[in-house]
Every structure is written in C-alpha cells, then in structure tokens.
C-alpha cells in the first residue's frame, strides 16, 4: 500500500490516545513493567505528551507515524511527572512507574537535541515514512543551532539502527545490561550520535568546491 504523507510539525492534543496507541504499540514491551496494563500505558501516555516537541506524519487524516525530540525546554513525553503518575494509578503503581521511567530519562547536554522515540504504524512501515520523520528532527536541529543529535537504540533493533546509520549517526558508546532485562525488556543500547558541525563544515566543503569550479568554467 503506498500511500500519499504529509509530516506537520506539533499535532491537536485531540489525538492524543490515538498517538499513545500508536507509542505503545513501538514501545510497550520497554514499559510493561512500569505499568503492566496496556489500557493504563496508553492512558499516561496520552496525558505525557507534549505536542510541540514532535513532528507527525499524516495518511489523510490519520496519523501514522511521529518522531519526538527532548531539548532544555521539554520533551515530547516529559508532560507527567511523578505527581502525575500518582494521579493516574495511585500512591504505590505511580511511585513505582516513575522510578522505573527515571531509568529511561536522557538529559539533553548544552547544544544537544536527544530524540524522544520515533515510531511508524506497522502497516505502514517501510515505506520511507520513519526516514522522512527522522529528517524533519535533523532539519529542526539544525536550523535552531543544535550541534548535535543523540539517541539511544536497544540492541534488538537492528532496523532502526540501519535508519540511524543511513543518515550519518555514529556509534559512540555501548551498554550492556542483562541484570535489567527483566525490568526494561531488553539487556543493552547503543548511544548513536550526529554531529552536525561535522555535516555543516561538509556542505561548506562542498559549497566551495562548487564554486570553484563554477569559476573554472567562467574562467575558460
Ligand atoms: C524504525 C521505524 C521507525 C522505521 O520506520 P519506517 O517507516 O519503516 O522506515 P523507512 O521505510 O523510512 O525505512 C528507513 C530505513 O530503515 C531501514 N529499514 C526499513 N525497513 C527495514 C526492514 N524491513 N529491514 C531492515 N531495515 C529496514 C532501512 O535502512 C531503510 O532504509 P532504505 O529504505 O534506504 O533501505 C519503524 O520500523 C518502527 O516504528 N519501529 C518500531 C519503533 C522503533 O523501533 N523505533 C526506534 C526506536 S530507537
């Protein structure tokens, strides 16, 4: 099925559950433990979200794919804190859930963008649709001054990690966490980082090269 996508920037808090859903259905299994049942994870996920942060990809009307971002300002699923959590499941499920989701917290470092999950409906992968998403990130990193994009992909994700590689991220650290497993569903990650003074000083290169050779041509 190919289909026609529009990517926004921010989305109407309205499909809110529909997003959660679409989350979970990527991510669920990393937050099974913190909150065992799928109905709640959808629920505190649909009351995380911060829609600013995040791009979204349309089929028509329909949502099919979003990619997060975390700067200082806030994140895409930075909108419940553990008062929140506490709300939503109570005193102990809630205290549970945020010390499981500390775990997972990334603290952009100045001049940093760190991605805050990329998912694209399952009927819909394959289709370039999580590349397009990916470089609506980059893009936003770049044209507000953000050095470098980060990311962490679990080891059982050699799909994403190709996504990653295709578009210049490189490996910068791996980490190993069997011990874990039981509690965040997978036992290591990879830290993937693209720098993007390396990509401009590349297009400046590239820029100038051209030109010289423009004048080249003028020059004969
Ligand atoms: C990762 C994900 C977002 C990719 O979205 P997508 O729309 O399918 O990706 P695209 O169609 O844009 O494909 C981009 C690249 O991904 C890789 N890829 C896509 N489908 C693949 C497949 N079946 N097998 C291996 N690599 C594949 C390829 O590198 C591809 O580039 P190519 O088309 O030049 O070969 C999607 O698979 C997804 O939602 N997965 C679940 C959530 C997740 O794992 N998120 C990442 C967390 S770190």
Redesign the pocket.
Known sequence: MLVTIRIEKGWDIRHATQVATLYE???GAKFQRAIPDKKQRILVLSKSFVTEFSFVAYSDDKIV?L?GFNVREGSLTGGIGAKGLIHQLGLFAGLWASAVFSLFERTPKKGELV?D??????D???????????DQIILHAQDNGFNSVR????DS??????????KGFVATKVESFPYLKWLVGFSGSTTMILDLSTLKSLAKAINSAAGAVSQTRLAN
Do not use: C, H, T, W
């Not at 819909?124 to 998403?133: K, P, T």
């Not at 994700?157 to 295709?166: I, T």
């Open positions: 259905e990527a991510f794919g990619s991605m999950g990329i998912a694209v409906d399952s819909y992968r394959g289709q370039g649709i999580g590349s397009q998403l990916l990311l962490d992909v679990i994700n050699p799909r994403a990690k190709k996504l990653y590689e295709s």
